[in-house]
């Protein structure tokens, strides 16, 4: 069954770095997502992306953070300048194609966790 | 967006049916009820959405009354591996983003 990797599975990280999450998608997926969760907290939505340019985004997602999708099959967070508070679960999602019709189902990763000391 | 209350914690043991019910009394009508799991230290994963009566697939039940005020999500003869936090999300599914809340911890024993 197809799935969607991300990498790293752990990343540590000095307050104040930039740190680059990097999510494969689904291969036939158009739609792909990034969510967090803080450690004990809820999953929280960042940022929705299509057809090359985000369709929507959080609160949480101020100018630290952009997403990127490089090349056909990568998908990436950049997070600028890394604070305490962005240590977090990293989800990626993606949404697509499941036969001929569009799917409302997002497929999650497994995860990076951030940790900023 | 429709809130939704559901347990903060049920106990099981292997073998039994789980039922785990979420109240949603404001949800629209375009709203579907999306059932997600999520174990320790991984992501969501989707188990079963429907939008009215009873929606079964290979791992779970769907029981959404008339008046769609509540839903049900059945785990039939759980396992241990089932142990995972259970979260219900009601809005336009998957095209919009989803919003989870602090969800349902089951916890299953031997």
């Known amino acids: 069954e197809p799935e969607v990797t991300q990498t790293p599975s752990h990343q540590v990280t000095q307050m104040g770095q930039e740190v680059i999450l990097r999510c494969v998608p689904i291969?036939?997926?158009?739609?792909f997502y990034w969510y967090r969760q803080i450690l004990g907290q809820k999953v929280e939505f960042l940022v929705s992306?299509?057809?090359?340019?985000?369709?929507?985004k959080s609160e949480i997602f101020d100018d630290q953070f952009s997403v990127e999708r490089p090349d056909g099959s990568n998908f990436t967070l950049k997070i600028r300048s890394t604070k305490l508070e962005d240590s977090a679960m990293y989800f990626c999602?993606?949404?697509?194609?499941?036969?001929?019709?569009?799917?409302?189902?997002?497929?999650f990763g497994p995860g990076t966790r951030l940790t900023v000391l | 967006l429709a809130k939704t209350t559901q347990p903060i914690s049920m106990d099981s043991y292997e073998g039994q049916e789980v039922n785990i019910t979420c109240s949603h009394n404001?949800?629209?009508?375009?709203?579907?009820i999306t059932w997600y799991q999520q174990f320790p230290s991984q992501g969501p994963r989707f188990i079963i959405q429907?939008?009215?009566t009873k929606v079964t697939n290979e791992v779970a039940s769907l029981f959404i009354p008339a008046d769609r005020k509540s839903s049900t999500l059945s785990l039939p003869r759980v396992s241990l591996s089932d142990t995972a936090v259970y979260y219900c999300?009601?809005?336009?599914?998957?095209?919009?983003?989803?919003?989870f809340g602090k969800g349902t911890m089951l916890l299953v024993s031997p």
């Open positions: 429907g939008y009215k």
């Open positions: 999602a993606s949404r697509g194609l499941d036969g001929l019709a569009v799917t409302d189902t997002q497929y």
């Open positions: 404001n949800i629209a009508t375009n709203d579907y």
């Open positions: 291969s036939n997926h158009l739609y």
């Open positions: 992306f299509y057809n090359n340019e985000i369709s929507e």
């Open positions: 999300l009601v809005g336009e599914g998957g095209y919009s983003t989803l919003t």
